[in-house]
């Protein structure tokens, strides 16, 4: 017979449950910070997608972010915060450039990583014209990035190349 009176013994089976929880919450590292939450770091990626008749036209959506407070970013972009995309074509000895954007799109935003100030561009363009920057022969691979240009009051101009898209691009 048991000399523990059932409450108590209830109270100390959820005590030792809530103690397992807690030990293995401890036991789980951390997870990193995300790149885009350290501030003042550039993010970018790129992605292209086949768009028109013929799927000749190309559409380059290029979403980068500046690590920030809502509030900075609010600021900046009030404050003549400018960003601009250049497209390049990726080669082992000289990368050269393909396309200068006209200025991107700001905006302040808060996502699961914080906040930011995020830079948006989405021109479209002739794949064959703009992105075939490797025509030496016919069913070659073409290495698109992007640029990212960010300038404004009281930080130093920062650049970051996005991911790299291989593929043809021919017509």
């Not at 013994?9 to 910070?33: C, S």
């Not at 479209?124 to 640029?147: A, H, P, S």
Request: with cysteine.
């Amino acid at each position: 017979m048991s000399t523990i009176k059932k409450p108590v013994a209830e109270r100390i089976a959820r005590l030792i449950a809530g103690l397992g929880v807690a030990v293995a919450a401890v036991a789980v590292p951390a997870t990193p910070a995300q790149a885009d939450d350290i501030p003042g770091k550039l993010t970018a990626h790129l992605t292209i997608t086949r768009t028109g008749p013929g799927l000749s036209n190309c559409k380059l959506v290029t979403l980068a972010k500046v690590g920030m407070t809502n509030a900075q970013a609010q600021y900046l972009v009030g404050n003549g915060a400018k960003a601009r995309i250049e497209v390049w074509g990726d080669d082992p000895v000289y990368d050269n450039r393909l396309y200068k954007a006209p200025d991107a799109s700001l905006s302040a935003g808060s996502d699961r990583n914080g906040g930011g100030l995020i830079i948006l561009s989405h021109p479209t363009l002739n794949c064959g014209k703009y992105l075939d920057e490797d025509d030496v022969y016919e069913g070659d691979e073409d290495e698109i990035y992007v640029k990212v240009i960010f300038e404004a009051p009281g930080y130093s101009r920062m650049t970051k190349n996005t991911n790299v898209v291989q593929t043809s691009f021919e017509l």
